[in-house]
């Protein structure tokens, strides 16, 4: 009774329905609306409403980035885990690593608020009630051992019947498993552990290289702020690999510098031969914000072709 969900998710979206809206209903709690978010306002409404839960990252920044943030008494402690929750919601904090889509209405695996920092920040949990995980490879279709990478395929009361007009052995296995397009892999312990999609390997040169390896060495350079990859046909390679970059407010890094710092950290073949600087708001998103791939890369053939 104690906990409110800052609903600043759409109610449409399957995440903010079910994972928010019904979840905290079904928990006792309180939901919080918010209809047209920007961080100034939400600060208020957080602190007004002492809200507890925080389910949707994409407004994260925002928040962090507020001059009022700092000294804002907010209550945030609950709900998914995210690589900013020790900033937003404290060093305290009880979210969860968990790992759902539209697809599943939502939550697959899940940690839970007592497991140690180390599940609930490091894994996906575990399958939740009647759902199955299955780790195959998704070149051969056979089921991979404990700890090793392959595509997560999973089975429950919640999946969908299938997509409109695609034939459903597009999307399903021999035994009713949903083909999810992502990587990932099961511990010993059967924690899941998420990699990245399938569609964001990029294949340069006969070797896979996972676009979010890259996102993640290029973050850590104090003049970046964002980082989008992609991969870009190439006649020789297959595909390179190229690297959007956003700034932080007053640096100018180089595209050379950012280069040879990723060469410090990544192996030589996942270093990116192109790298683009564009500002926050020119990264192309979806109609619910989410960024767009696609668009990076028809972005970034039409940056490298001029």
């Known amino acids: 009774p104690d906990d409110a969900w800052w609903a600043h998710m759409p109610l449409f979206w399957s995440g903010g329905f079910i994972i928010g809206a019904l979840n905290t209903l079904a928990g006792g709690g309180r939901i919080v609306l918010h209809e047209q978010v920007d961080a100034t306002s939400a600060l208020t409404l957080l602190e007004a409403e002492r809200c507890t839960i925080m389910a949707g990252w994409h407004q994260a920044g925002p928040l962090l980035d507020h001059p009022d943030f700092a000294r804002r008494r907010l209550h945030l402690k609950r709900g998914s885990y995210h690589g900013l929750a020790e900033q937003l919601l404290g060093p305290d904090h009880l979210a969860c690593g968990m790992y759902g889509m539209s697809e599943t209405a939502t939550c697959v695996t899940c940690a839970r608020h007592d497991d140690p920092p180390a599940i609930r920040h490091d894994t996906f949990g575990r399958p939740l009630a009647g759902m199955t995980v299955r ?14 990478t392959g595509e997560i395929l999973v089975k429950g009361p919640t999946l969908m019947v299938g997509y409109y007009k695609v034939p ?5 296995d021999a035994d009713g498993f949903f083909k999810t397009g992502d990587l990932g892999y099961l511990d010993a312990d059967g924690y899941l552990h998420f990699a990245t999609r399938l569609k964001d390997v990029i294949k340069t040169a006969g070797v896979n290289v996972a676009a979010v390896e890259v996102e993640e060495a290029l973050a850590k350079h104090a003049a970046v ?4 990859v992609v991969g ?4 020789a390679r297959g595909e ?3 690297a959007f970059v956003v700034c932080q407010t007053g640096a100018h890094p180089t595209a050379a510098e950012l280069q040879a710092f990723c060469k410090a950290n990544l192996a030589s073949y996942k270093v990116p031969k192109h790298v683009l600087f564009l500002a926050e708001h020119e990264v192309p998103r979806t109609g619910t914000g989410k960024f767009e791939k696609p668009g990076l890369k028809r972005l970034a053939q039409a940056r490298l072709a001029s």
């Open 135 to 148: 780790i195959r490879n998704p070149e051969t279709g056979t089921e991979q051992p404990v700890g090793e």
């Open 168 to 172: 459903p052995a597009q999307t399903f």
């Open 225 to 228: 702020k964002a980082a989008h």
């Open 232 to 235: 870009v046909p190439d006649p």
């Open 240 to 242: 390179n690999i190229a």
